[in-house]
């Protein structure tokens, strides 16, 4: 029997003009963090808890809303900060689970490389999709939508 995990790694960049200060602010600060990170339309966040320390605990809990294609499904996002450097990098290590089936782990790279009059931020995503999966195009248009979102606290 083959293997049903699909592994994927994507890489995306993102040109901001604030300072690498300003952006890893947007990780660091818990009340940014959940406003571009956890927040969303189609859910309502149930519990959204960040430890931003190397080891620290991350753990996002949602419930998608009616008109969602899972109404009234939790998604819990539950990982750990592996490294931390003040304005240059975060790499962390998660697990997401549908409902109750986990359906991916990964670990997420994000670097902020000084550019002209900004940062460019480079995510190196790597995932293994499991059974059930929303699979990597998804999960990288979602990262994309973040960082778009992202916007909204550079200040």
């Not at 940014?32 to 620290?56: C, L, M, N, Q, T």
């Amino acid at each position: 029997m083959g293997s049903t995990t699909i592994h994927n790694t994507f890489v995306l960049e993102r040109y901001y003009p604030k300072s690498p200060e300003v952006v890893f602010a947007a990780f660091s600060d818990l009340g940014k963090r959940r406003r571009w990170y956890a927040e969303g339309a189609g859910h309502d966040v149930e519990e959204f808890e960040s430890d931003f320390r190397v080891g620290g605990a991350d753990r996002l809990i949602y419930r998608f809303k009616d008109g969602t294609p899972f109404p009234g499904v939790v998604v819990l996002n539950k990982g750990f900060f592996l490294d931390i450097i003040p304005d240059r990098r975060v790499v962390t290590a998660s697990t997401m689970t549908l409902g109750d089936r986990r359906i991916s782990a990964t670990l997420v790279t994000v670097e902020l490389v000084p550019a002209a009059d900004g940062t460019t931020l480079v995510c190196t995503h790597q995932g293994a999709y499991f059974e059930g999966a929303d699979g990597p195009e998804i999960r990288e248009m979602g990262w994309r939508k973040l960082f778009d979102r992202l916007v909204s606290v550079l200040n």
